[in-house]
């Protein structure tokens, strides 16, 4: 069971967007691993806009869990 804090629906959210980020950035022909750290960027800013990591109910590790959450494609693409 996940806590009340982690909502699903966000998680996959953020699979998607960060999804998106990262065909575009191919799409512009940026390297693999650059591809990585500009999603993890997002991310982070995301992250911190929210205040997730300081201030939401279940910090830090709320934030440490969204910016992870967009890590899912462009870690698997840089990968494969």
């Known amino acids: 069971m996940l806590p009340t804090w982690i909502r699903p629906l ?3 959210e953020h699979v ?3 999804g998106v980020l ?3 950035f191919a799409a512009l022909g940026t390297p693999a691993l650059a591809r990585v750290v500009a999603v993890a960027a ?3 800013a995301q992250g911190w806009g929210e205040r997730k990591f300081k201030k939401a109910q279940g910090a ?3 934030g440490v869990l ?3 959450a ?3 494609v462009p870690v698997l ?3 494969l």
Request: glycine share 12%.
């Open 10 to 12: 966000g998680l996959a």
């Open 66 to 68: 969204d910016t992870l």
């Open 16 to 18: 998607i967007v960060g």
């Open 42 to 44: 997002v991310g982070v």
């Open 60 to 62: 830090p590790w709320n």
């Open 70 to 72: 967009f890590l899912p």
């Open 22 to 24: 990262t065909a575009l």
């Open 77 to 79: 693409w840089w990968l």
